[in-house]
């Protein structure tokens, strides 16, 4: 789980407010303090873990801070959001031959022979971006040479 963590300018109780506003002024900007004792809602730290939360948050009440853990929800996106990129290296499976499936590409792609020896270079090419995962499956079919 993943959280933020959340200032309102409110102190724990007992603590001196001059006194964790130089402390705090020690370690940020003075803009930066009036911003974060403005009494408006600061946010500290974004995405933060749950072990690192308790320092931060051990370390703000040790200076007299009351601040607030906002837990996030941080789950993955739906797969249908999902884009890939159709990426080819110039290799070939075993047991395809390079004249053959640089042939079948050619046709299958209706690529000019420029294109087809930059594909078949060896170098990283793009063949596609922006694809879903049922279209990036499609492309990773091998095409049938006959």
């Given at each position: 789980m993943m959280y933020r963590i959340e200032y309102h300018g409110k102190l724990l109780e007992g603590f001196n407010p001059e006194i964790v506003r130089m402390e705090v002024a020690v370690r940020?900007?003075?803009?930066?303090?009036?911003?974060?004792?403005?009494?408006?809602?600061?946010?500290?730290?974004?995405?933060?873990?749950?072990?690192?939360?308790?320092?931060?948050?051990?370390?703000?009440?040790?200076?007299g801070m009351d601040a607030a853990l906002v837990p996030l929800d941080v789950s993955p996106p739906p797969a249908a959001m999902l884009t890939y990129a159709v990426v080819f290296w110039g290799n070939l499976l075993t047991g395809f031959e390079r004249p053959a499936?640089?042939?079948?590409?050619?046709?299958?792609?209706?690529?000019?022979?420029?294109?087809?020896?930059?594909?078949?270079?060896?170098?990283?090419v793009v063949l596609k971006r922006g694809v879903s995962t049922e279209t990036g499956a499609r492309w990773i079919e091998s095409p049938r040479v006959s």
């Open positions: 940020l900007r003075e803009d930066q303090v009036l911003r974060l004792f403005s009494g408006e809602r600061v946010v500290l730290k974004k995405a933060v873990s749950e072990g690192a939360c308790e320092r931060y948050i051990a370390e703000l009440r040790r200076m499936v640089m042939g079948a590409a050619a046709r299958r792609f209706k690529l000019a022979p420029a294109q087809l020896m930059q594909i078949f270079s060896g170098v990283k």
